[in-house]
């Protein structure tokens, strides 16, 4: 009785792959096992999960890192500082404030006869009374009136106190920032120098002066700056005399003056209002002088 030729037949084992010939089986892999193994293996569950543990504690250690600084910060700088603003700068302007520093000018030089500034001193385009003199401090103090927000007014006097400075002839809270105010008496200091170019005003010329002369005092005490100023010795003078050229650390003018003159007519500047907020028209009256 004829046989059937026998056949080899592959069964796949928990193990291994079985058959007649093993050589055979190394040679020519199961189709399903050349698929399976290129498959990317799969991460266990459990590596995933911590992954995403550290990641959040991670997260959780910066964040309570960060509040701790800004927290000590705080505690350690409670005034603020003269790089970042103090607590009594105007807050929205404080983001103008940047640090240089400065050579001072026009510290006096003696001759045999009298004391002087030199005259290619910076100082000098401020000092006298001639059209451009005029014109170079009406530059630095021009328009120092701005309007704060009810939101600036509130942070800057207190909620309980603003009613007190609405101003109903220009429609809201006017402000301007001291260094301007300070600037100004220093203006009306030197025009009280030459009474015949600019008469005193009547009403209130003298308290005027007296009033800038204390405001002065006052900011130079508050200041109190530290730059140490020597005395120098002067052959036409015969003894030793301060010289105040010294180089200072300053808060830059030119970023101030930008900021407040963007408040006044850029896109920066608060619209008149009414008391209700309601928009209105041009102020009534001009700025105050």
């Not at 698929?35 to 964040?63: D, G, Q, V």
């Not at 309980?160 to 809201?172: D, T």
């Not at 005193?200 to 700056?225: E, S, T, W």
């Not at 120098?232 to 650390?249: A, K, P, V």
């Amino acid at each position: 009785m004829l046989q059937p030729p026998r056949t080899h037949v592959r069964q796949r084992s928990i193990n291994k792959y079985e058959s007649g010939k093993k050589d055979l089986q190394a040679a020519e892999p199961l189709l399903d096992e050349v698929e399976f193994s290129s498959l990317p293996a799969r991460k266990p569950a459990s590596y995933t999960t911590l992954t995403l543990i550290l990641l959040w504690a991670a997260s959780l250690a910066l964040t309570a890192l960060c509040t701790y600084l800004l927290t000590r910060r705080t505690d350690s700088e409670p005034f603020g500082t003269f790089g970042r603003g103090y607590i009594t700068d105007l807050e929205s302007a404080r983001p103008a404030i940047r640090l240089e520093k400065q050579q001072f000018h026009g510290s006096l030089d003696f001759n045999a006869h009298h004391g002087f500034i030199p005259p290619d001193s910076l100082s000098m385009q401020y000092v006298g009374a001639t059209p451009a003199v005029d014109a170079a401090w009406h530059e630095l103090v021009e328009d120092r009136y701005f309007l704060l927000s009810d939101a600036e007014a509130q942070k800057a006097y207190g909620p309980g106190n603003i009613s007190q400075y609405w101003n109903v002839h220009h429609g809201g809270y006017i402000a301007g920032l001291d260094v301007l105010h300070t600037l100004h008496c220093l203006n009306q200091l030197r025009m009280s120098l030459y009474p015949a170019t600019y008469p005193q005003d009547p009403v209130d010329g003298p308290m005027h002066k007296a009033h800038c002369v204390d405001h002065l005092r006052q900011l130079a005490i508050c200041n109190a700056d530290l730059t140490p100023v020597p005395t120098q010795w002067f052959e036409g003078l015969g003894r030793n005399y301060i010289n105040s050229s010294r180089e200072h650390t300053c808060r830059d003018f030119g970023q101030v003056r930008q900021w407040a003159t963007d408040r006044i007519s850029g896109s920066t500047a608060v619209k008149p209002r009414n008391r209700d907020g309601s928009p209105r028209k041009e102020p009534l009256v001009p700025w105050s002088p």
